[in-house]
């Protein structure tokens, strides 16, 4: 390479080094660790899609932990349009959240399978049937993650048991979140608003919410509440059916018109 | 008269060589992914992530000096002669303007090495027509760049051995850019300096006619 006609003066090294200097901060800036938590809505899908011949939707939200500015950046773009929020929380507690994902999220999500399975009473006399529909919406809900579609599989399994159309032929549009327990009862879920923010932009009539004012395990609100305040304050369309059990879900779709 | 294109021309050539650098470690990278995916995701992929957004920063400083810098060299071009065919702003223009700059990427350089080529010193000469012989190795491989990287991108898997040769192309590419900013910084210095001297016979000549 030439040397003489590309020597720098002190001013110029100077220059360069400031030049320099710039994507590289900005690099630094973007990949310097700072962890937070996501959340957006995002779809509903039918539960034909998780291999049930059921005419009800789960619904589910775009959620993580970014770990650098860029993260945020990129998931601000992807989600800009469905008002993405973010809260920061410490390292320590994003790196136990994805061990604990990692360690037992599909035990989680497959015990709420099999729940939902067990309290439908899906092939309940037919071993082999429940251990292939256990499968088949295990490898169809890989994808997701959570256990918070508990209720409505469980909706959608009585569906397809009984041959019964909760829809009434697509008359009412039926979605709901809320995990379902061994003995029936629903439980506690994450991100609910953005879950009936979701509801409501997808033009759903009933959305079930786990009817938790009483028994909310977490700290402060609990998801009735959450649910039910954010419908007032933004005057959402979405009609919220609060439900303790799967039997308190059914025998209200069963009273539907 | 002073060159103005030679400060700008010695941090463009630097950004380059830092350029070839990156894409060197980028290729790296790939290769890496290419061997054992796992080790990559484990090990390295949130380095190539760093390595490759400060490719973007740097690029895009390096194409705001690359505009300064060729907007500088015609108006040196001018300087020292105004016949010269291509105005400071009708380079950037064959550099900006899609489809126009499918011919003006090749006449831009084209025109520098005539302009060269037709000086005196054999030096200069000798610099326009390594200018001229270099353009075919510049503009054709920034068609197999962009043809590779639209692959690369659009595909819906990682292509991890097209992406080395992409970064080798890159490599290439700057390579040559750096031969090119060399060649005519030095020909913008060797030819104010013919100017110079000429101007000075003809001042001495202009003196030995006077009337004493």
Sequence with gaps: MPSGAMDLTKKEKRIVLFLLGIPLFLTAFLMFPHYEEFSAPGEIVEVTELGIQGHVHVTYVYGGTTKNYLEKLLVWGRLAEVDVHFQPVSQEEAIREEEIEEEVGSAIQQWGIANALEVSGYAAEEADAFEAKFEEIEEKAAKYQGSSFGLMVAIGLVEEERNIDFSQAGQYRIAGTGTIEQDGSVGSIAAVRDKVETAERSDIDYFFIPEDKEDYPGEGMSNQEEAEQYVKEHQLRVKLVPVASLDEALAFLETLP | ?212
């Design chain 2, 1 to 212: 008269m002073t060159a103005k294109s030679i400060g700008i021309g010695k941090f463009l050539f630097i950004f380059l060589c830092v350029g070839i650098v990156l894409s060197f470690l980028l290729a790296l990278c790939s290769l890496a992914y290419a061997i054992d995916p796992e080790w990559f995701l484990d090990y390295v992929e949130t380095v190539e992530i760093g390595i490759s957004i400060l490719s973007i920063f740097l690029l895009i400083v390096t194409f705001a000096l690359f505009f300064i810098w060729i907007f500088r060299v015609h108006r040196d071009f001018k300087q020292i002669s105004d016949s010269y065919p291509v105005t400071p702003w009708g380079a950037l223009a064959r550099i900006l303007i899609p489809i126009y700059n499918l011919v003006g990427l090749w006449t831009i350089y084209r025109d520098m090495a005539h302009f060269l080529i037709a000086r005196e010193s054999k030096e200069l000469r000798s610099q326009g027509w390594k200018l001229k012989s270099m353009i075919p190795y510049y503009y054709f491989p920034i068609f197999v760049q962009n043809i590779l990287n639209r692959i690369i991108f659009r595909s819906d898997e990682r292509l991890a051995i097209l992406e080395i040769v992409a970064f080798g192309v890159d490599i290439f590419l700057n390579m040559m850019y750096i031969r090119m900013v060399v060649l005519i910084s030095k020909g913008i210095v060797a030819a104010n300096e013919e100017k110079a001297l000429q101007l000075s016979q003809q001042v001495e000549a202009a003196e030995l006619q006077e009337p004493q």
